[in-house]
């Protein structure tokens, strides 16, 4: 936090490592805003990415900020699109949960990310690629639940900590087969 109590950066990896990358992203986000202050406009990219590598931005302010970027580099676009992705399902997963109507309404956004390709990467894909199997699972929908086990599958490899729960989803996946078969 800053001297006004402002968050500067969010710290995820608690190594010494962590905090040096950290403590560098910031440097960045100090050199990059002080060129968008003289006016150079070529950094707006550059600095989004830092800010949404620090967790400085909140998902609203980035995603409009987002919708003005020059968009002649799409590799750094593709980046702030996978980070924007990220943080959403982040920022979504963190939200309190009032009701049952919350549950199903974060797991229809969380189905509706996934129809539309916005897939968290790294530690996430695996969490979200669950809630996404449940939320199918309890519309019996056959068709998404056996894509977002392909993407679960690939995500989880051979890493026996999800190996059940892959498992067990492939289960209800051969049980709505058979209802809906049986109809």
Known sequence: MDADGNVIAKQGDRTVAGFQKTLDALATVAKLEAKEKAGDASVAADLLLARLQTGSVDITAAKQKRATLDKTDAAKLKVIDQMLTNVEFATISRA????????????????????????????????????????????????LLEQVLGTMRQAAGDKSPYKTLVERHEKTLEKLKAEAGGK
């Open 96 to 143: 309190p949960m009032q009701s049952k109507e919350d549950s199903e309404a974060r797991s229809r956004t969380f189905a509706e990310m996934y129809k539309a390709g916005r897939i968290p990467d790294g530690q996430m894909t695996i969490n979200f690629c669950n809630a996404v199997a449940a939320y199918a699972a309890g519309q019996k929908d056959v068709a």
